[in-house]
């Protein structure tokens, strides 16, 4: 049995959240190299050698960035895919949830696209491992949908994640919380799965 959270406990783990949020934030801004751990531990309050208390540094806390949320996209998109009917309620039900996290989390996308090669070898095999379990189960979800072979799927579902990853990119963040903006970059996600 764990014992419970303390009041310490707790506000160590919303300072290492913060300290993810920021770093993220400020790793999409100005690029790896552009942000020292002062502008992260200032961003939260504190200085740059306090946060070595939660990481040991800049590079373990870019892996622990990108680690969480491929993390996430595999716990959430499993979830997802064991929540649905298989076929076309499963993917629809994948795309909306990727779009959801694409629309909402543009900083950790950017920060992926452009920081990947920063991380160390450890980070990167994990990152890299997350991305092909989270590729395979939406393969697994398209497969009874199309004949085709595994590489043909391999291609949609990256050609999908590219469509739906990119457009964070160029709408302004207004344009980006609307409803339309969801429902077409689903339509269109849809489309270039099954097309």
Not at 11 to 18: G, I, L, N, Q, V
Not at 21 to 48: M, P, Q
Not at 61 to 73: F, K, Y
Request: hydrophobic share 45%; with cysteine; net charge negative.
């Amino acid at each position: 049995m764990t014992s419970p959270l303390t009041a310490r406990d707790r506000a160590k783990a919303e300072r290492s959240d913060a300290l993810l949020h920021e770093a993220a934030r400020l790793f999409a801004e100005r690029g790896y190299s552009g942000v020292s751990l002062e502008d992260i531990g200032t961003a939260v309050g504190v200085s740059g050698p306090a946060v070595y208390r939660h990481f040991s540094g800049k590079q373990a806390l870019l892996g622990a960035v990108l680690i969480e949320v491929s993390e996430n996209l595999v716990s959430g998109g499993t979830a997802v895919a064991e929540d649905t009917e298989p076929g076309e309620i499963r993917i629809r039900a994948l795309i909306g949830f990727h779009v959801d996290f694409a629309l909402g989390a543009p900083d950790v996308i950017r920060v992926q696209d452009r920081n990947l090669a920063h991380l160390s070898d450890t980070d990167r095999a994990t990152v890299r491992r997350l991305q092909r379990e989270y590729i395979d189960l939406w393969i697994s979800a398209l497969a009874p949908l199309h004949d085709a072979t595994a590489d043909e799927l391999r291609l949609r579902v990256q050609a999908c994640f590219g469509l739906i990853n990119s457009t964070p990119h160029s709408t302004r963040s207004a344009a980006r919380s609307t409803t339309s903006t969801k429902a077409i970059l689903s339509a269109m996600a849809h489309a270039a799965l099954t097309a």
